[in-house]
């Protein structure tokens, strides 16, 4: 059993759509990071959120932290082909350990 | 830049054979971490080392042990090769801030 459950598991939209990805928990989380991964290779870190209620934006991508710091989501504005990957949010239960989701496939078609 | 490097990148086993998976990263982090990902779960974690001298049990460790030969290098052993030890491979290390991904070891145990 997962501690963060995300959804949808899989997302194929058109150039230029809107998406939004999400990631729930029961548990309260220290803080929450969002990872892209490509095949082949390994995930890399696209944003950390500490606070509860944070919101950050990384040009067309906005993450949001839930004020009870248990879910996350995150928002991809204007879609492009090279939006394309494997995203994953990890919960940190304390210094060193994260917990991951299963991921979400996003396809990008042009 | 090489950041983490795992070997092999590829490798195929028959059951029952040993193997051991090398990790090393240039970054002078603390924490190493090894991972496993598999299609529909996400990366879940095998072992971990908070800090050279120190390793620790993650989520599904049965089947595996870990070295932490030094603040560089982390190794992942496999005594006895199953077929359910088919995965790719993942060596993370970290500064606390956020996990670096090598780019993974595809094994297949036949």
């Known amino acids: 059993t997962q501690l963060l459950e995300q959804s949808p598991q899989f997302l194929s939209i058109q150039e230029g759509e809107n998406l939004t990805v999400y990631c729930n928990s029961s548990?309260?989380?220290?803080?929450l990071q969002w990872y892209r991964q490509e095949p082949g290779e390994g995930p890399v870190l696209l944003v950390t959120v500490v606070t509860g209620g944070e919101v950050k934006k990384l040009k067309r991508l906005t993450f949001q932290f839930g004020d009870a710091r248990k879910d996350s989501s995150l928002h991809i504005t204007a879609a492009q082909p090279g939006d394309t990957g494997l995203y994953l949010c990890a919960g940190a239960e304390n210094d060193y350990k994260l917990s991951f989701g299963a991921g979400t496939t996003v396809t990008v078609r042009a | 830049n090489a950041g983490v490097t795992q070997t092999p990148k590829f490798q195929v086993l028959k059951t029952g054979q040993s193997m051991t998976l090398q990790c090393a990263q240039d970054?002078?982090?603390?924490?190493m971490y090894w991972y496993r990902q598999d299609p529909g779960m996400g990366l879940r974690l095998i072992y971990y080392?908070?800090?050279?001298?120190?390793?620790d049990k993650g989520e599904v460790p049965n089947g595996y042990n870990v070295s932490r030969l030094n603040k560089r290098e982390f190794s992942l052993r496999l005594e006895s090769a199953a077929p359910s030890q088919t995965s790719v491979y993942f060596c993370?290390?970290?500064?606390?801030?956020?996990?670096?991904f090598g780019d993974g070891t595809r094994l297949s145990i036949l």
């Open positions: 970054m002078n982090h603390n924490s």
């Open positions: 548990s309260v989380f220290s803080s």
């Open positions: 993370a290390s970290s500064d606390r801030v956020a996990q670096h």
């Open positions: 080392s908070a800090s050279e001298g120190t390793t």
